[in-house]
């Protein structure tokens, strides 16, 4: 019997799983996803916050695009780098003080496969020690209340919870479920 057909030899069911997952899910993919799941503004409070919830925070910026790097080993896996420009203000007795954050949220994402034939894009929720932090205060009050009230470690804290919060929307969901026995169905049926 001829094993190949056209240019090519058969392959296992295995070795075509293998394939199939690393064509599909690819950093290119996996980026145009995210881009269209993070990207955007961040506008957020005034909220109170501290002792007696003195303190009033807001924030405004916005989440850029995401770089995106396969992970080595046999699954297929990603680390996401999303890049979050912030400005903050701090109200404390009747005084603003105001911040500027660069951060970068580190995500890892797996693709796996699912019953009964389904990709599911596994995203763990990100820690305060995936989130890169750098924090510029404008103004000496501003520096001294970035110390004091551990602003950058704040920060961290917040955005892991706000990211970890959004991936489990479920929108974000959906987009991470991706059902190929029905798109299989769709393209044979024309």
């Known amino acids: 019997m001829d094993d190949t057909i056209g240019d090519g030899p ?17 950093p290119e993919r996996i980026r145009e996803a995210m881009s269209g799941m993070v ?11 501290g002792p007696g919830r ?4 807001a924030a405004q910026g916005r989440i850029g695009d995401p770089t995106v790097t396969r992970r080595p080993g046999n699954a297929v896996a990603f680390r996401v780098l999303v890049p979050v420009d912030l400005h903050l203000s701090v109200r404390v007795a009747a005084q603003n003080h105001r911040f500027r954050a660069d951060l970068r949220a580190a995500l890892s ?8 034939l ?36 704040e920060l961290r804290r917040f955005v ?3 990211i970890g919060r ?10 991470r ?14």
């Not at 990207?39 to 916050?49: L, R, Y």
């Not at 959004?166 to 987009?175: A, G, L, Q, W, Y």
């Open 10 to 26: 058969y392959c296992t069911y295995e070795t075509f799983g293998v394939r199939f997952f690393e064509h599909a899910v690819t």
């Open 160 to 162: 892991a919870r706000y």
């Open 54 to 57: 003195m303190v009033r925070i």
């Open 118 to 153: 389904k990709v599911i894009i596994d995203v763990a929720p990100p820690t305060a020690e995936d989130i890169e932090v750098a924090v510029k205060a404008h103004g000496l009050r501003a520096s001294v209340l970035r110390a004091a009230a551990d602003v950058d470690g």
């Open 166 to 175: 959004e991936i489990e929307k479920p929108h974000i969901r959906k987009v």
């Open 177 to 190: 479920e991706i059902d190929v026995a029905s798109r299989i169905g769709k393209a044979w049926s024309g």
């Open 109 to 116: 994402l797996t693709a796996r496969a699912a019953e009964p």
């Open 39 to 49: 990207g955007g503004e961040i506008d957020f409070g005034p909220k109170a916050a």
